[in-house]
């Protein structure tokens, strides 16, 4: 069997080429790749677990710089193997070096692994992201929901029934179940003149993100219906990354504005010894794409800056566009019906509805860092999820 790769050494690094690999992209049209040796030693696959897991200290191998210089090189039919100055010996199959061949870019794409993000408005009302319990239950089930919260941000789970609790039980099958000074689960009603809180009463809220004076935030929320209002009290939701995209074309300079000053968030309850407090910008960016939005009038400190009244009319513009017909879509939860969405990404707000009618939800929070991995742990093998995808593609 011919082999499947040569190595040679170039200007101090390792020069590999490859022949006869199918399906390895770019590299197949490439005259070749240099590896730098330290970055081999530093990867070598023979220490690495098949959890990612590096067996040694990464620092004790660049100190010793005769463990990264290169011996003697041998290329095999299957593997080049590196025989180092320090002794030890390292095997590189020649598909996983050209699996590397670009490694920045590979390494990039590995940790990219994401379902692209669908941004909606109130069109999307038509067709919100919807499965039954009983589908949820299964794997492909849990993986639609967690595609549909990386996608939309935002998806509906019927069939639950009413009994209190339901939501931790759910929200513990998803991931975990957040526990915070509110307790792992808390009650929306209305509590009247008792309400500590403008979410315990059966006023307008208008859109907002939870928890933002937490850190970490909690990244997914949860509401399930045991009772509603005959009239109003529909949980409201808006894409804030919509919003964020649209401020941005409407007017850059209040974009700038939100997405570069750190807002102060507090909360604080002084009979249970709790003073939450985190600052983060409306618009937090990440490589200039939006990565979190984060807006809530309720718990918002006092901001001193230099551009205040710049940055509040920035501020009040992208209210009213969160708060807009035209971003808002609407959901009349029924009882057993649960609504789970992205806490860093959409808002959540809800219609006045009648004083004393029977309107009970059950919240609770969890973190979306397992409803990621779910989805790219999925991506990474390979499965196909646009399977999941309810949008039309333009
Ligand atoms: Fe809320």
Known sequence: MARLGHASRRCGQIFVQWGGLKGIGSTEATAGQLFHPLWLRLNDPGQITRNQQRLFEMSGVVDRRNSWEVADLKNEEQRLSVQWGDGAQSHYPWSWLAEHAAAGVATDKQLKLAVPKHLW?????????????????????????????????????????????????VGNYIGHVRVTNYGAIFDVKDDGAKATNLAFTNQRISAHTDNPYRDPFPGIQ??????????????????????????????????????????????????????????????????????????????????????????????????????????????????????????????HGREGYERGAPRHLQGAYLDSDEIQSAVRAALSEGEDLERFSIHQVE
Not at 149 to 160: D, I
């Open 222 to 347: 949860m509401l399930h219906c045991l009772s509603c209002a005959e009239e109003g009290g529909a949980t409201l939701f808006t894409d804030g990354f919509s919003v964020a995209q649209r401020l941005k074309s409407l007017d850059s300079s209040a974009f700038h504005l939100l997405s570069s000053i750190e807002h102060p968030y507090e909360y604080r309850d002084p009979d249970a010894a709790v003073l939450l407090r985190a600052s983060v910008p409306v618009i937090k960016l990440c490589n200039e794409e939006v990565e979190r939005v984060t807006f809530n009038n309720r718990s918002a400190a006092p901001l001193q800056h230099e551009e205040l009244q710049r940055y509040y009319e920035a501020w009040a513009l992208f209210d009213r566009l969160a708060n807009s017909m035209e971003f808002t879509v609407k959901a009349h939860l029924k009882p057993g019906e649960l609504a789970i969405w992205s806490n860093g990404r959409v808002m």
């Open 121 to 169: 408005d109130q069109s999307f009302q038509s067709t919100l992201p919807r499965m039954d319990y009983e589908a949820l239950l299964t794997r492909s089930g849990k993986l639609q929901l967690c595609t549909y919260l990386e996608r939309y941000g935002l998806a509906f789970v019927s069939g639950l029934g009413v009994a209190e609790g339901t939501v931790d039980k």
